[in-house]
């Protein structure tokens, strides 16, 4: 309970009704405390016409942000519907967490609350004539941000949910995984070992789910407590089910350990996340293009444009493995996640959709390429028996002789890398 509040805590901010919320909290503090600050002002001030004109202008505020947020809201769910059409479903999270769209749409209702409370603070009594012109002065520095905050959503607007807007958004999510993880290669844990055979194992004590989150700190401090040693053999993004054991433990303390606080370290939810895995970000960029690739959309491009971002990100995966932080928890053992699996994900399904395409396979064989070349004691091995497998795919459907020494060529030349 206690990492899934923590995680509900961290993705709060994230939430469209939570920033709105603060927003319209403000607004309406703003609009109340008119009449607290007017007695503070220390001479009278003659602004009669400013005073009497507030209510206009917040009927005309009030009056134009509900139509405005009626049209961000639709243009909103349109652009996450066409991007469950065009891309895949699972670029919807990343899109509901965008800071620009959020904050304009909380602006604007905040926008509304403000003049619905400041309206009926005049149509009460409750401002005296102070308080109306501090009403005044807060209504104008409203409708200066309001001016901004449109201007910036008009431009959110002619790339929001646009395919090359959701290839961005994915790459920078996974860039931001996989940084991580070279830069903790085993969950800023020890490296894995071979587990003893009269390890305990613990699984799960609720129904199947994937491991979204796992708090290392927290099974430290359990293992330290308990006298044991903590094997992790899962690692987020990973399938659990009661069978399959997340950690193994042993030690003095193994065989009497409460096995409670090593489950309660690893939340297991209904969907993966971008958070802590890299791979799943893969899998969404490799999505996109085998929608793209597929007889209805007909779209190598798209493809091309994906590849490309894959190939940024497992540039950042490179970079900061070059440089991995020490291992902070010495009672845990880390998994591992193979860079074989990392290609599969993402190279080796474009191959598969893409495998008639030459100008994809082309591609696919200078990515490989660039990653071989540049990080050869990181990527070579990997990248070759990428290239041979997708290689094998093209040879199958791609028949014109001069296409095909081509492709051998290339992949000639990546797995020339690894030896």
């Known amino acids: 309970?206690?990492?899934?509040?923590?995680?509900?805590?961290?993705?709060?901010?994230?939430?469209?009704?939570?920033?709105?919320?603060l927003f319209s909290l403000g607004a309406i503090a703003a609009a109340a405390a008119a009449e607290w600050v007017g007695p503070l002002i220390p001479y009278e001030a003659d602004l009669e016409i400013a005073s009497g004109s507030v209510g206009d202008i917040l009927t005309i505020l009030a009056s134009s942000m509900l139509a405005v947020i009626a049209f961000s809201v639709s243009i909103m769910v349109s652009a996450y519907g066409s991007a469950t059409s065009t891309a895949t479903p699972r670029t919807i999270a990343l899109m509901l967490a965008d800071d620009r769209s959020q904050n304009a749409l909380s602006t604007f209702l905040g926008t509304f609350l403000f003049s619905i409370v400041g309206i009926i603070g005049l149509s009460a009594g409750y401002y005296d004539d102070k308080g109306r012109i501090i009403l005044f002065f807060a209504t104008i520095a409203v409708i200066v941000i309001i001016s901004g905050t449109l201007i910036n959503w008009i431009q959110q607007l002619s790339t929001f949910g646009r395919m090359n807007d959701l290839i961005d958004r994915v790459e920078q999510a996974t860039s931001k995984a996989l940084r991580w993880h070279g830069q903790h290669p085993y969950l800023h844990a020890q490296p894995p070992v071979d587990i003893p055979k009269d390890a305990l194992p613990v699984s799960c004590d609720i129904v199947s789910g994937v491991v979204t989150s796992i708090d290392l700190s927290q099974l430290q401090e359990a293992a330290e407590q308990q006298d044991v040693t903590v094997y992790l053999t899962i690692h987020p993004g990973k399938l659990i089910?009661?069978?399959r054991p997340l950690l193994y433990l042993s030690g003095a303390g193994a065989e009497e350990a409460d096995l409670q606080p090593?489950?309660?370290?690893?939340?297991?939810?209904?969907?993966?996340?971008?958070?802590?895995?890299?791979?799943?970000g893969l899998v969404v960029l490799s999505e996109i293009a085998s929608r793209a690739l597929s007889p209805a959309v007909n779209d190598p491009g798209t493809a091309i444009s994906v590849l490309d971002s894959g190939l940024r990100c497992f540039e950042v995966l490179a970079a900061a493995s070059a440089e991995p932080e020490k291992a902070?928890?010495?009672?845990?053992?880390?998994?591992?996640?193979?860079?074989?699996?990392?290609?599969?994900?993402?190279?080796?399904?474009?191959?598969?959709?893409?495998a008639g395409l030459v100008e994809v396979q082309q591609r696919i064989q200078l990515c490989l390429l660039a990653l071989a070349q540049s990080w050869p004691?990181?990527?070579?091995?990997?990248?070759?028996?990428?290239?041979?497998?997708?290689l094998a795919r093209a040879l199958d459907t791609i028949v014109h002789e001069a296409d095909v020494e081509d492709l051998k060529a290339r992949s000639q030349k990546v797995t020339g890398c690894c030896a």
Do not use: C
Not at 1 to 21: C, V
Not at 330 to 346: C, Q, R, S, W, Y
Not at 378 to 389: E, H, K
């Open 377 to 390: 004691d990181l990527f070579a091995a990997a990248a070759a028996q990428a290239s041979r497998d997708a």
């Open 262 to 280: 090593f489950r309660d370290s690893i939340l297991v939810e209904h969907d993966r996340s971008f958070d802590q895995d890299p791979r799943f």
């Open 328 to 354: 902070k928890y010495a009672n845990v053992h880390g998994p591992v996640i193979e860079m074989d699996d990392l290609f599969t994900d993402f190279f080796i399904k474009i191959a598969r959709d893409g």
């Open 1 to 21: 309970m206690i990492l899934a509040l923590k995680k509900y805590m961290a993705r709060l901010p994230e939430k469209i009704w939570f920033r709105a919320m």
């Open 241 to 243: 089910y009661p069978a």
